[in-house]
Structure formats: C-alpha cells, structure tokens
C-alpha cells in the first residue's frame, strides 16, 4: 500500500479519536489551576478550591495543577480537561463567570453559560458567580466512559491494523528542534521517557529531551551543553557553548 494511502488512513482514525473525545464523558480527570489570571493571589477567596469541590461533587476526578498526577495521567495528559475560568468584563455592577474546559492541547471544548452576582462583597459575588456558571455542568449529567474501549473497537473493525500501527510510527516527531527557536512562552506537557522526560508542544511535537540528573529538579537537555532547572517555583532553560547564554523561562506542565 502507497505512503500517501496509509497516510489517508491515519487522518481518518485521528478524524474518529477527535469526534469520539468530544464528549466529556470520555476525559477520567479535571485538573483545576491554583490561581486564576484575573486574580491577584493563588486561590484568591478559595475560589479555585471551591472550583475542585464543586466538579468533585458532579463526579469528576479532580486534581490541582500544582500535586502530583496519578500515573496514568502523567503518561497521558490527554486523559484530562484543564479548567480556566474567565471574568467577563460586559457590566460594571455585576460580576460574571465563566467556566471553560480545555483539552491536552489548549483547545476548547466546552464552555458554560456566564454566571452572575451582584453582590458588592466580591468573595461573595465570585462564589455565586461561580456556582452559578456550574450549572451548566451539573446539566451535562457526567459519568466517565474510557475512550480506550472504542478505539480498541475502531481498530478490531479494520483490516489493515499493521498499516495503522506503521501510519502512528511515521507521524510521531523524530527531530528535536533547536531549543533557540523555540516560543518560550509556548506550554509544553513533561512526557515520562525511560531516564527522563521529553516536552512536547501542542502541535504535538517534541520540543527538547531531558535527562536525570543526580540533582533534583534539575536535568540535561540532549543534544546540547544546556540544562533545565527548577527555581523558585519556576523552570528555566540555561545553556553554555563556551559562552553562558542568558537563561529563559519555561512554561511546562509535569
């Protein structure tokens, strides 16, 4: 079979996994942020633990962004939505919520309906804004259906399963981009690799490896006289050629 046929196969699978992953009975996690951008503070009026409380009261499986993910999350971020909450600024007398859920890659998939509070004490007015907005999640009735079991079906139904599985072989990012020409605002996912972990883009394609080190938080970047290192919360990316080059900060998710 030609490469330009196994290639249309691919797409058509991947066209199956996106419309299959619409629906948000098929994400197993909801990892909420410890601060929300229009907030000053990390979990300003215990707004972002209210978030988690309530989506752990609708039956999802809630995480913070900044604890330690379970291991199957860790190998698959694409297992969870990621939560943003957004202040809509139509209105100065009152304040308005919205609840967004996003994908692995940033994309979003679902959004609620604004809610709002016109209460002047603002801890009051973002806890009932909130809830409010929760609404429209309570009506999506969620109960978490592994999206494995049907793609294991899509693939049982096919006749060409060696083709599939040499199509995923040919499209998984072999290069590693120069870590100079990367966006260094861009948010890339840690994937676990044995002895390390590679950062991967949204596009998705491998960004930089990294390997252990005896230290902790701080690890090797293959292929260049660089390390990424953890400090004060925050990851940098520092090289030196013969030269120390200015270090840059990394926005990654472990």
């Known amino acids: 079979m ?7 196969v691919a797409f058509m699978l991947f066209g199956l996994y996106v419309m299959a992953q619409k629906s948000i009975n098929n994400y197993k996690y909801v990892v909420v942020p410890i601060e929300y951008k229009f907030l000053k503070d990390k979990d300003q009026y215990r707004l972002n633990t209210l978030t988690r409380h309530i989506f752990k009261q609708e039956g999802f499986t809630t995480l913070f ?5 379970p291991d199957d999350l860790m190998m698959d971020r694409c297992k ?4 943003d909450v957004e202040k809509n600024k139509k209105g100065f007398l009152a304040t308005r919520l919205e609840i967004i859920l996003k994908d692995c890659f940033g994309k979003e998939v679902y959004r609620t309906a604004v809610g709002l509070s016109k209460d ?16 429209s999640i309570e009506q999506l009735d969620y109960k978490y259906e592994p999206l494995d079991t ?5 693939k049982k139904e096919s006749k060409n399963n060696v083709v599939i ?7 998984e990012p072999k ?11 861009d948010l890339y996912y840690a994937q676990v690799i044995e002895n390390g972990y590679q950062l991967v883009n949204s596009e998705p394609k491998i960004v930089m490896t990294l390997l252990n080190t005896a230290a902790n938080n701080v690890y090797l970047v293959k292929g260049k006289s660089a390390i990424v290192y953890k400090e004060d919360g925050f990851w940098f990316y520092s090289e030196n050629d013969g030269k120390l080059k200015e270090k840059k900060q990394l926005n990654i998710k472990f």
């Open 80 to 83: 969870a939505l990621y939560v």
């Open 120 to 135: 002047k004490d603002l801890k009051k007015a973002y806890t009932e804004a909130l809830k409010e907005a929760f609404i």
């Open 175 to 185: 290069q590693e981009p120069s870590a100079e020409k990367e966006n260094y605002n």
């Open 2 to 8: 030609s490469k330009r046929v196994v290639i249309v």
């Open 65 to 69: 962004d900044v604890q330690d993910f």
């Open 165 to 171: 599985e040499k199509t995923i072989e040919q499209v």
């Open 150 to 154: 049907q793609l294991v079906n899509t």
